[in-house]
T-cell receptor, first 107, second 121 residues
């Protein structure tokens, strides 16, 4: 199975800050990575596919990059509504696996 | 797009439970579907996937041989039959739609609100 790790596990930042989360795969997954946002008590929401493509309707302050084993997710201008846990998910092979999540809150 | 799960509840370890996911707002028979679960306070774990026509099914290692995913395209409904439940199966179970499925990848583009399963004596 492909193992996914994320760092940091949590972070606190101010409104307007640039926030970066990293996701690492245990083997080369090319660009086969998605990102999701989960707000407290809610179902996850799909944000980014194929490592860097923004899903329709997702604000442009969200972005993703990377390939192979190292990926980055960025919020360029943190907003109060971005308080959530963010998960990466690989789809290079079954079983599909998620990173452990990064909890983002406002300082 | 709307996905509504039901069937969760408290069940004794070793017993069975069947979850349902009612789909609306899209052509259900054209999409692959997944079950994803989340233990209390924990991260997301993929459980199973079924092809749009039910022809292929795959499972996560922790549920293989105990859980069965199925669908009824005439009823726009996805199912998860869970047998031999264990305490570690306690989680919120989400159904999720997949517009890609298979050769072009897997993605969960819409999720239901989830249904809670508690396996406890």
């Amino acid at each position: 199975d492909i193992q996914m790790t994320q760092s940091p596990s949590s972070l606190s930042a101010s409104v307007g800050d640039r926030v970066t989360i990293t996701c690492q795969a245990s083997q080369d997954i090319r660009h086969y990575l998605n990102w999701y946002q989960q707000k407290p008590g809610k179902a996850p929401k799909f944000l980014i596919y194929d490592a860097s493509n923004l899903e329709t309707g997702v604000p442009s302050r969200f972005s993703g990059s990377g390939s192979g084993t190292n990926f980055t997710f960025t919020i360029s201008n943190l907003q109060p509504e971005d308080i959530a846990t963010y998960y990466c998910q690989q789809f290079d092979g079954l079983p599909l696996t998620f990173g452990p999540g990064t909890k983002v809150d406002i300082k | 797009v709307q996905l509504v799960e039901s069937g969760g509840g408290v069940v004794q370890p070793g017993r069975s439970l069947r979850l349902s996911c009612a789909a609306s707002g899209f052509i259900f028979r054209s999409y692959g579907m997944h079950w994803v679960r989340q233990a209390p306070g924990k991260g997301l774990e993929w459980v199973a996937v079924i092809w749009y026509d039910g022809s292929k099914k795959y499972y996560g290692d922790s549920v293989k041989g105990r859980f069965t995913i199925s669908r009824d395209n005439s009823k726009n409904t996805l199912y998860l039959q869970m047998n031999s439940l264990r305490a570690e199966d306690t989680a919120v179970y989400y159904c999720a739609r997949d517009p890609k499925l298979g050769s072009s990848g897997y993605v969960f583009d819409y999720w239901g609100q989830g249904t809670l399963v508690i396996a406890s004596s």
